[in-house]
């Protein structure tokens, strides 16, 4: 099973931006879904965006209104998730995942934290 490492977390200023990445242990993953989610304390798990394994196709969570952007290289093993305009309710645990559909959920990195001070 594929091993998935997030990192790019950390302290931003609202109105900031991160770059979250999603790196994976072998070449299988280019054959897969990958996408983001995050939780924040006390919340349930939310999901992000994904991308297909070729990078073609790309789904997003209404509710983001076009200021995350995810990406991937497939060279690199690396799906990066770009975050703008961030604002105090981004503050969570993201977590990337990878699977066969949209949204995926067969294999789970550990999570990174961003937190956005106001």
């Known amino acids: 099973q594929v091993q998935l490492v997030a990192s790019g977390g950390g302290l931003v200023q609202a109105g900031g931006s991160l770059r979250l990445s999603c790196a994976a242990s072998?070449?299988?993953?280019?054959?897969?879904?990958i996408g983001w989610f995050r939780q924040a304390p006390e919340k349930e798990r939310e999901f992000l965006a994904a991308?297909?394994?070729?990078?073609?196709?790309?789904t997003y969570a209404d509710s983001l209104k076009g200021r995350f952007i995810i990406s991937r290289d497939n060279a690199k093993n690396t799906v990066y998730l770009q975050m703008n305009t961030l604002k105090p309710e981004d503050t969570a645990l993201y977590y990337c995942?990878?699977?066969?559909?949209?949204?995926?959920?067969?294999?789970w990195g550990q999570g990174t934290q961003v937190t956005v001070s106001s």
């Open positions: 995942a990878g699977g066969y559909t949209f949204p995926p959920g067969d294999f």
């Open positions: 072998d070449r299988t993953f280019s054959r897969y879904v």
């Open positions: 991308i297909s394994w070729s990078g073609d196709r790309t």
